[in-house]
């Protein structure tokens, strides 16, 4: 429990007139500080270890005691990688399949997520209610009925049954929203009818403009999930050239003969990439996301 | 007169305000009701439907009552193995990676140099797309020339086969999952960060030492969202799956054969979907009345504001 004691929110500003006191926290901050930096860097070390490797040739990935600088850069595991895969056409499926998910969230969600927080109607609460058991039903168990249904649909082989849903809203996406929207004041919709405005336009010329945060947040959210995803192209997906770059990351381990993790490394490299460039640009939408899905109803 | 006889406008101009707005309310929320349907109680449904019948890939279902449950308790004798091992992943990583999130989070919440620098280093491995994660992972915890089992070495341990050896193999699975742990401490960071400092304040002045603080004000103001992270916690555990299927396909000795990698082989690689089914509907029903225990028991450790709006 000691590193629960030593940081306590309250560590923060010891009164100075205590001398004792200060030159303790000095000390604990210290620790708590070089404890941080050891655990921080135990985090990051598998991701640079991936680059490292991803650069190395077949002799030096074997070396021990391990090498950390790439001697000689084999930058060739790149496009070998890639043209083993085949990268080109992974990104373009997994990306066909992330792009009309998003475009499907984003019509569906904020709709449905209007209706939750803003408009007043015999139900609502109780259907709000379904939406989070929603949230809460493990997956699994309508992986077979819904494979069926698609199958029986002749989807398989299509990108529709990701795609698909989308289209009907995300329950984890459309709580979000509607968590947002509620943070307006009542007055403003109520304004907004008085002057003859209809629900949809309030929707979509209020509070989709004033929703930016909000929507950034679902559309990483769905990327992620979509570029992430593994379990849903595996069964819906038998041919090839389909694939998606996740489903396509796993066979490129299943299909070598003898293992090259340079090349492997390199394929997860490229595409942990795209996700972290995103990190990269939106990071602030991304912590907001996060810490939003641990607020209650 | 009907109202089908009436134009649009005219109906619409007839109904009521509340009317129009129980319409419109349902009008918005149709997209998602046909999904509820289709994609949610439709399959609830069916799972349960097909978990009494005998339905191979090609051939047509056939009614065979309780039979797949019968074997699945009775014959089946890698179903206990693959609960077990379910089990035993939830009771590990549910725990770790609760206290493991918690305490960084504590760690970040308070005055640091460089706060976002570590939030960064302790989030970004939780984006890191699955499928390349557990790979990443194959390649460290390589037996031979792996980097922690190097790491080890340096220790003075002799580091283990960790995915092939039937006692190691698990642990690996959980040390993936918490590299994740991330995603958990935002969480818990966002609620450390709306605790009111002025209770903290008061303490103070009333010379509660930082660790009665820490378990009289932080704690029990940190329990909903604990509550939460839990359950959502013990849902996606049960499902572990993702990295067993890539890392080990459920080996050594079926150690990582988790519940849902075995539905899996028997739904998507034996085609018996209704086993399959019936393994389903069992999951629900256990991960069902974990969750219903857990809410049970919330009423005696998650603390709510009184007067607040839950």
New interface residues.
Partial sequence: ?R???????????GPSWRYRRSTRQVLR?SA??L??VA???L?????L??VS?SLKSLTQ??????EWIPQPFVWRNYPDAAAFLPLARYTLNSLTITVLFVIGTLL?CP??A???AR????G?DF?FI??IA?I??????????????FRQLGFLNTYLPMVL?A???SPLF?FLLRQYFRTFPEELADAARMDGAS?IGILYRIFMPMSGPALAVITIFAV?SQ??D??DPL?YLNKERMRT???G??YF?AYQDTTN?GQ??AA??M??AP??IL?ALF?RY??QG???????? | MSVSTLSPSAWWARLGQARR??F???L??S??????L???L???L??FG?GFMEYGIFGRPTWIGLQNYRDILTNDRLFLTTLGNTLYFVALSVPLSTVIGF??A????????GQT?????????S??????AV??????FHP??G?IN?ALDLLGLDGPNWLGRPQWAKPAIVIMGL?GV??GM???????QS?P?HL??AA?IDGAT??R??LMI?IPLMT??LF??L??GI?GS??V??TA??ATQGGPLNSTLFY?LY?YRY??EEFR?GY??AL??I??LL?LAL?VVVFRSSSSWVYYESGGE?
């Fill in positions: 429990m590193v629960a004691e030593s940081v306590s929110p309250l560590a923060r500003d901050m708590v500080h404890a941080l655990t921080g860097f985090f990051l070390l598998p991701l270890w991936m490797t990935q074997a070396a021990w005691p391990p569906s709709l449905i209007y209706a939750f408009i007043r109607f015999p609502r259907l379904v939406l929603t809460m039903l493990p997956g699994v168990v309508r992986l077979i009925p819904t494979y069926l249904m849903p289209f009907f809203g459309i629900e992620q570029w992430n593994f379990v069964i770059l996740a489903v990351l796993y381990r993790w492997m490394m997860a490299t595409m942990t996700i972290l990190f990071q991304f912590i996060v810490a939003l899905t641990g607020m209650k109803g | 707005r129980t419109l309310g349902y918005f929320l997209p998602w009701l046909v999904g509820l289709a994609f949610t439709f399959p609830i069916a799972v097909l305490l960084l504590v760690a970040l919440n308070t005055r640091l140099i620098l570590f939030r960064t280093a302790f989030y970004v491995p984006i890191v797309p699955q499928v390349a790979l990443l992972f194959v390649w460290l031979q020339i980097l190097f590299w991330g995603g935002i969480i818990y960071l966002a609620g450390l605790i400092q903290y304040e103070e930082e660790m603080r820490f932080t909903p969202t939460y992270n359950i959502i849902i049960f499902q799956f993702v299927y890539v849902v539905l739904g998507f979907l399959a089914s389903a509907w999951l629900f991960v969750t839950r």
